[in-house]
């Protein structure tokens, strides 16, 4: 609603705004660790303060990537898997098409 209220003032339709807005596809992958404890996030959860190398590698990773691409790994906090002495991390990927994703995922797990 709150698009709807400002294209009057920029002399643009829905139709408009339709055509310069591209969502980009994404899809969030679960990857299995040893102890959650070992991967610190910043305060929105958008990046790494530990393992700094990850996110190194993470943060490389999306320069060779179209603009408007990010990833990002954080401890999930509400699942344990009960009897396996397991954690889950999470990891979201964000990127122009569902093969660089998928590409971009699957380094990412890889240097996990």
């Known amino acids: 609603?709150?698009?709807?209220?400002?294209?009057?003032?920029?002399?643009?339709?829905?139709?408009?705004?339709?055509?310069?807005?591209?969502?980009n596809r994404s899809k969030t992958y679960e990857c299995r660790i040893a102890y959650r404890a070992n991967f610190v996030t910043n305060d929105d959860e958008t990046s790494l303060v530990s393992p700094k190398m990850l996110q190194d590698y993470i943060d490389a990773r999306l320069k060779t990537m179209p603009p408007g691409?990010?990833?990002f790994v954080r401890p999930c906090d509400l699942e344990d898997i009960p009897n396996e002495g397991e954690d889950i991390l999470r990891l979201y990927v964000?990127?122009?098409?569902?093969?660089?994703?998928?590409?971009?995922?699957?380094d990412i797990v890889h240097e996990i």
């Open 1 to 23: 609603m709150m698009v709807e209220a400002v294209l009057p003032d920029k002399d643009m339709t829905i139709l408009h705004f339709s055509r310069v807005y591209e969502e």
């Open 69 to 71: 691409s990010r990833a």
């Open 94 to 106: 964000e990127s122009k098409t569902m093969e660089d994703v998928e590409k971009m995922a699957e």
